[in-house]
């Protein structure tokens, strides 16, 4: 596992869990970025499924700079350079390709890629990775299958996200090869149309100490 890439866990260590935002308006995607980092929460994965996305990144970095800003949902080397053109800190996808990894290293930026085998953890550790988010954490066999990969695989350290809620994420966060969870309870579709920060900000709050 020579050659992994230290930011990757430095970024993951930062807080218990990284809040996974779908922004539909820019300055709304301010707002939450605000909100999460007043409540604790400093990594933020913007998910690049709504038009705006970048926009939003771009808008967050420059306007929150000591928040952790990156990317979900990157699928291809043009959102990698895109990303990296906004001041995004970090790349985040649901899979791998061989495409994909290559693309990752050539864009210099601490990359997550998404596993949900054995194999496809081990492709990933064959390009010299050693962290990984595991996805749909939940879907995918849970804090289960997490705690059998660590017998294998006792080196690799995990973000699990999906399907993760505020009552689920220390089943996770209490096993030693997770560092964080990535959950999106704390930017609900409900929460973002009330434009409530300071709920959001309260959920940040008690996220950003939940034990493990």
């Known amino acids: 596992m020579s050659g992994a890439d230290p930011r990757v866990r430095a970024i993951l260590k930062l807080a218990p869990v990284i809040p996974v935002f779908t922004p539909d308006n820019i300055d709304d995607a301010v707002q939450v970025a605000h909100a999460l980092l007043r409540g604790g929460l400093p990594v933020i994965e913007v998910t690049l499924r709504t038009p705006n996305a970048m926009e939003a990144i771009k808008a967050m970095v420059e306007a929150v700079p000591d928040a952790v800003v990156g990317a979900g ?17 970090f790349a985040v996808s649901p899979g791998a390709t061989d495409r994909l990894y290559a693309a990752a290293r050539d864009a210099d930026l601490p990359f997550l890629p998404g596993v949900a085998t054995s194999s496809e953890l081990m492709r990933g550790l064959e390009y010299g990775l050693d962290t990984f988010k595991f996805f749909p954490a939940v879907q995918a066999g849970g804090a289960a299958m997490l705690s059998a ?19 689920t994420a220390s089943q996770f966060l209490h096993l030693p090869n997770v560092l964080c969870v990535g959950g999106s309870w704390l930017t609900t579709r409900e929460l973002l149309q009330a434009r409530d920060w300071t709920k959001i900000q309260q959920l940040a709050r008690e996220a950003a100490v939940l034990p493990g």
């Open 73 to 89: 949902t990157v699928l291809d080397a043009k959102q990698l350079e895109q990303l990296k053109a906004a001041g995004g800190r």
């Open 149 to 167: 990969w660590n017998g294998p695989f006792g080196d690799v350290r995990f973000c699990p996200t999906g399907g993760i809620s505020a009552q």
